[in-house]
């Protein structure tokens, strides 16, 4: 059984629009995926005969984009992100659980203003079988949601009682 070999993924900044991010399939497709600041995403998909033509393009919601992401497999994210965080020094990977009570619960999350006040990252929603990857300050908490975070041990726990209130 041959190992995977680690995706390789070009991120191109387009100023004014947002993120472009490229990468090739295992069989050679050109995939890329645009990024707007508004949330919107496109799906795209490179013409074999020409690299720098779009074969293929599809508009996602960030609800859609978010949706599928939960499908191709963000759920494993978090535990990606936890073993390749394991190696550094000083940093970790946690889980908080929102409670109802949470001053934050219903808010969207730069309310929080987390990075601020703790210097730790969201990097993910959980809510239910649904993941949001790389949430932004719109994105909104609600109970139940677990955050996953990143920083210090300290950072962590400062998040954690901002967001017991």
Do not use: C, K, N, W
């Not at 707007?36 to 984009?65: C, M, N």
């Not at 909104?140 to 209130?165: F, I, N, S």
């Amino acid at each position: 059984m041959s190992t995977p070999r680690p995706l390789e993924v070009q991120e191109t900044p387009l100023p004014g629009i947002g993120l472009r991010h490229d990468f090739r399939t295992e069989r050679g497709r050109h995939v890329g995926v645009v990024t707007y600041r508004s949330g919107r995403r496109e799906l795209l998909l490179y013409d074999d005969r020409d690299e720098d033509e779009v074969a293929h393009a599809l508009v996602l919601s960030e609800e859609e984009s978010s949706g599928l992401a939960g499908l191709l497999g963000a759920p494993r994210l978090v535990q990606h992100l936890e073993d390749a965080i394991h190696h550094v020094p000083g940093v970790v990977v946690h889980r908080i659980d929102l409670d109802s009570r949470s001053p934050f619960a219903g808010r969207p999350l730069g309310d929080t203003a987390a990075r601020t006040r703790t210097g730790t990252s969201v990097v993910a929603l959980l809510r239910g079988d649904t993941v949001v990857a790389s949430p932004g300050p719109q994105d909104r908490l609600e109970a139940g949601d677990v955050l996953v975070v990143v920083g210090t041990p300290g950072g962590v726990e400062a998040l954690t009682e901002l967001l017991r209130g």
